[in-house]
């Protein structure tokens, strides 16, 4: 695996943020992308790498400062989440999903919540994680089970959450669970300690990739959490976790730009210092236009996902742009890591080269936070209104 950072040319807004993605790249190529390869394969998770981000002050770049938060637009935000997945995917979603984890309190806490627990969210070395799907509830969300009944100033939560990322290590969950009747409105959100009573992990998937970020079944079992800790108001759950959703895709989209990249570097560099009949591979035109096109899928996904954040950071609509740049950066990032393995040829069929496992982790981008089917849904919607049905 190259050992340099990639090097893209980026428009940052200001001297400070500049200054923050040289900080990023610096930890990225020191602490993060040596490593990545055989704490991957072994099935590592970084805690201590979180530790070292979060004393950084990079893991609550988006939110605001007087809670402990960075103070940047979600332009900044998503290129430092786009750094870190290039170096390892397990961190740069790892990021993503805690900031994500951290939304429904910053956005939809009271004064009074926001003090109490914000600032050990955003930079005191806690860890979150998001709880919407369950087994029987993935793409239709609004269809989830898992339950809380009011007991005098408490909840009592039952049920099970499934593909949970950092599900067993994490501080604390935002859980979305039913108050009331059936369907998005008799949903509501919970802020739940990561060590409450009654509250379970079960062994982490086995997966495909990303095998150093854990994905696991977590099981509510009489897990009492005081109303001091219900995130809006009753029956606003849903309301909140779209809004969250919203966010998160475009973190999703970042991480999978950084993804391609990183691909795309391999490739270069191996056509490069590859050679057969007598040149490096580079030179023979089929795969000159193979780099081109790879190279074009990953700018025109950054450009994309920038796009979008800029409307968010002024305050503008920005769901439809968000689900287009998920879908379309992930299924780059899909393209792009194949086609990479295939510029190496035998080589990255195999895991002394990077690319398979970036291939690997490229497939499940296309999956979480929401399918590319589902992707689909929600831009048609914009355009043409809902389903007629």
Not at 343 to 357: H, I, K, M, N, Q
Request: charged share 25%; proline share 4%.
């Amino acid at each position: 695996m190259t050992d340099r950072a990639p090097q893209v040319d980026r428009q940052l807004p200001t001297e400070e943020s500049r200054d923050l993605l040289a900080l990023v790249r610096e930890i990225a190529q020191r602490e993060i992308r040596p490593r990545a390869a055989e704490d991957e394969d072994a099935g590592r998770f970084p805690r201590e790498i979180f530790r070292l981000l979060s004393e950084s002050g990079l893991l609550g770049l988006p939110y605001a400062g007087e809670s402990g938060g960075g103070d940047q637009p979600y332009e900044v935000y998503l290129q430092v989440l786009e750094e870190l997945a290039a170096a390892r995917l397990t961190v740069g979603l790892g990021v993503s999903v805690h900031s994500l984890a951290c939304h429904g309190l910053a956005g939809y806490g009271t004064k009074e919540q926001r003090a109490a627990h914000l600032p050990s969210m955003l930079g005191g070395g806690l860890l979150g994680a998001y709880c919407l799907s369950e087994p029987g509830a993935g793409s239709d969300a609004a269809s989830l089970t898992t339950r809380a009944v009011r007991d005098g100033d408490d909840w009592i939560i039952d049920g099970t959450k499934a593909w949970i990322t950092h599900g067993g290590v994490a501080d604390f969950y935002t859980v979305l669970a039913r108050t009331g009747v059936d369907g998005p409105k008799g949903i509501t959100a919970f802020l739940v300690p990561g060590d409450a009573e009654g509250l379970t992990a079960a062994i982490p998937e086995k997966k495909m990739g990303m095998k150093g970020s854990p994905t696991a079944q977590l099981h509510f079992d009489g897990v009492r959490v005081p109303d001091t800790r219900r995130i809006g108001k009753e029956g606003q759950g849903f309301t909140i976790a779209l809004a969250a959703l919203d966010a998160g895709r475009l973190g999703i989209a970042a991480c999978a730009i950084g993804v391609a990249q990183a691909a795309l570097d391999e490739a270069v560099l191996y056509a490069l210092d590859r050679k057969q009949f007598g040149h490096p591979i580079a030179d023979f035109q089929g795969l000159r236009f193979m780099l081109a096109d790879m190279a074009t899928k990953i700018e025109a996904g950054r450009a994309l996902y920038l796009a979008a954040a800029r409307l968010r950071d002024a305050g503008k609509p920005f769901s439809r742009q968000a689900a287009m740049a998920k879908l379309f950066c992930t299924d780059a990032a899909m393209a792009v890591t194949t086609d990479a393995v295939q510029v190496l040829g035998g080589y990255g069929y195999t895991a002394d080269f990077p690319v398979e496992r970036l291939m690997r982790e490229a497939k499940v981008l296309q999956i979480v936070e929401g399918t590319n089917q589902i992707q689909r849904m929600v831009i048609a919607r914009h355009l043409a209104g809902p389903e007629s049905r």
